[in-house]
């Protein structure tokens, strides 16, 4: 099984709806991201959580929402989708000493 | 703007050949970290550099960092054609915000 699971790993939507993105991980560790990769643009931080109770903003965190539901599981959450939210979306987990992120496999998303 | 940039945005090579790619970054770091990425799929870590190492070897892969110069290298050897991938410059900023940052990546194409 995978370390970080994204569900769902495809997704079109219609522009003004909501969607939830959900990532979940068995490494234990405290800390989990979400990144949005755009071509040309390498990955972007949106948000970022130390543990359940710390979250905090990335440098792209206009007209996304997260949740962190448990040390395993942090949803990111689009709560009006438009088109400039298309793109590859990535969940990760590294440990309190920022040594290596673990991956999920993506979200691929598509807003019509 | 983003915290580390690569150098080359693209590179391609012959097998057997090397493959140099730099990334620079602007704030002080706790670590810097390489990752590849095949094709739309999610980023798999390669190797950790701390901020009072200057040199790591791991494999056909090396990487130096010069924190004088906010730069770091990797170099990979004797490439493949299964080396064909992006990579990618992360860096652990020393403020221990837990961010990890990265950078735009380099396209690498290796020629059979």
């Known amino acids: 099984d995978a370390d970080v699971t994204q569900t769902p790993r495809n997704r079109i939507t219609k522009t003004g709806k909501r969607i939830m993105l959900e990532c979940s991980q068995t490494?234990?560790?405290?800390?989990m991201y979400w990144y949005r990769q755009d071509p040309g643009l390498g990955l972007r931080l949106i948000y970022y959580?130390?543990?359940?109770?710390?979250?905090n903003k990335g440098e792209i965190s206009d007209g996304y929402s997260v949740s962190r539901q448990a040390q395993a599981k942090f949803s990111l959450s689009l709560e009006s989708a438009i088109p400039n939210q298309t793109a590859l979306y990535f969940c990760a987990t590294s440990d309190y000493m920022n040594t290596e992120a673990f991956f999920g496999q993506g979200t691929r998303l598509t807003v019509v | 703007s983003q915290q580390g940039e690569e150098d080359p945005q693209a590179l391609s090579i012959q097998e057997g050949e090397n493959a140099t790619m730099n990334c620079s970054y602007k704030?002080?770091?706790?670590?810097l970290q390489w990752y590849r990425q095949n094709s739309g799929r999610g980023l798999v870590h390669l190797i950790l550099?701390?901020?009072?190492?200057r040199e790591k070897h791991s494999g056909r892969l090396r990487v130096t960092l010069d924190t004088s110069k906010k730069s770091s290298s990797l170099l990979i050897t004797a490439s493949r054609a299964a080396d064909t991938a992006s990579y990618f410059c992360a860096t652990a900023l020393s403020s221990n915000t837990g961010k990890l940052i990265f950078g735009q990546g380099t396209t690498l194409q290796v020629k059979p």
């Open positions: 959580s130390f543990d359940v109770k710390d979250i």
């Open positions: 550099i701390r901020s009072n190492e």
């Open positions: 704030t002080s770091i706790n670590n």
């Open positions: 490494k234990g560790h405290d800390r």
